[in-house]
């Protein structure tokens, strides 16, 4: 299930502003910086070099703190002493991780296990291998290990700010619901700053702090989930979070098979049934997680999750090719296959 706290380029900007009436014209601003072992940009338009600048700099602050607290790749991060330290005792950590792991355990709940960051106890079994047919762990070695993985073995005392792991071997790995977050909180530090028309883009997730100037909405392309760097359509986002789980960044193919980076964490073997997730929503932390956990849970529970959660749009692509929408996504996907029509 996991992915490492960065994600792979879909092959473009995630975002893009709407091209403006000419009398409306607006400078915009960018700035990208290294984060969560790829890049991070902020957007601004109609914020003057003075405001964004201050803005830019409180924002990468936000986002260097929490990534140090929140990676498991650097040591001495609250997740790094959890892994290291919580299967032997409590393990203090900081508000925002907290925050964190226990939106986590909900949406785990939530998700029927479809979502768990205990998972990082056994993601190594697909890490660092060629991709041949020695890159397929064993059914044995999964079997092994997969009893690691239980969400249930996580406890966290909000009190004490602390938190334990039941079983030694296991880790907890926040790369699919961090970076949403850190994301989000990237944005809120420029809105803070005064750059209210911004968005901040992190490999497939971003958040919209606001509208562009004249309340004109950036533009978030659909990738094709088949052809890298090829937009399906775009649609319209103004205010809130945009995340896209896709299998066609990092996988390899075995004896006709397709193994990817999205591990169902109750089989320790990629999901199948869905090609990408899209979802919007109101945070960054939530549609990063969720439109993970929504690619496991397959179609049909995917789509009667998003009937019942209409502050989120989503649509879920098919490893059979069909597409279920709701919200502001379906509409768009039919526009789009009625101009397809002949």
């Not at 991060?77 to 925002?96: G, L, M, T």
């Not at 907890?172 to 883009?201: D, F, P």
């Not at 109101?282 to 929504?294: F, I, K, R």
């Amino acid at each position: 299930m996991m992915k490492p706290l960065y994600a792979a380029c879909l092959g473009f900007a995630l975002l893009f502003p709407a091209p403006a009436p000419a009398a409306a014209q607006t400078s915009v601003i960018k700035r990208a910086f290294p984060a969560m072992g790829g890049s991070i940009e902020l957007t601004c338009e109609g914020v003057p070099a003075n405001v964004f600048e201050p803005a830019v700099k409180s924002a990468i602050a936000v986002v260097e703190d929490l990534e140090n607290r929140m990676s498991e790749w650097r040591r001495g991060s609250d997740v790094d002493n959890v892994n290291r330290f919580a299967w032997e005792r409590p393990v203090k950590v900081s508000e925002p991780v907290a925050k964190v792991i226990r939106a986590a355990q909900e949406i785990s709940a939530g998700s029927g296990g479809g979502f768990d960051i205990t998972f990082k106890s056994i993601a190594w079994l697909w890490k660092g291998r060629n991709h041949g047919p020695e890159a397929v762990p064993g059914d044995d070695e999964i079997k092994k290990l997969l009893p690691l993985v239980n969400y249930r073995d996580i406890t966290l005392d909000a009190a004490a700010s602390t938190v334990r792991l039941k079983k030694k071997g296991q880790m907890i790995g926040l790369g699919a619901i961090a970076k949403g977050y850190i994301v989000e909180e990237a944005a809120r530090a420029l809105e803070r700053g005064g750059a209210v028309s911004c968005l901040v883009t992190a490999g497939a997730d971003s958040f919209a702090a606001g509208p562009r100037p004249g309340n004109q909405p950036w533009m978030a392309p659909i990738p094709n989930p088949r052809k890298r760097g090829n937009a399906l359509a775009s649609f319209p986002l103004s205010k809130g979070a945009v995340s896209i789980a896709s299998d066609i960044e990092r996988f390899f193919i075995v004896n006709g098979r397709r193994y990817h980076h999205i591990i169902d964490p109750r089989t320790g073997s990629p999901a199948q049934g869905v090609r990408q997730v899209i979802l919007m929503g109101p945070s960054g932390m939530l549609t990063d997680a969720w439109s993970t956990a929504l690619f496991i849970m397959g179609p049909t529970e995917a789509l009667r999750w998003l009937e019942k959660n209409p502050s989120f749009s989503g649509a879920i692509f098919e490893e059979s090719g069909a597409v279920r929408a709701t919200g502001v996504l379906k509409e768009v996907m039919q526009q789009t296959n009625r101009a397809r029509s002949p």
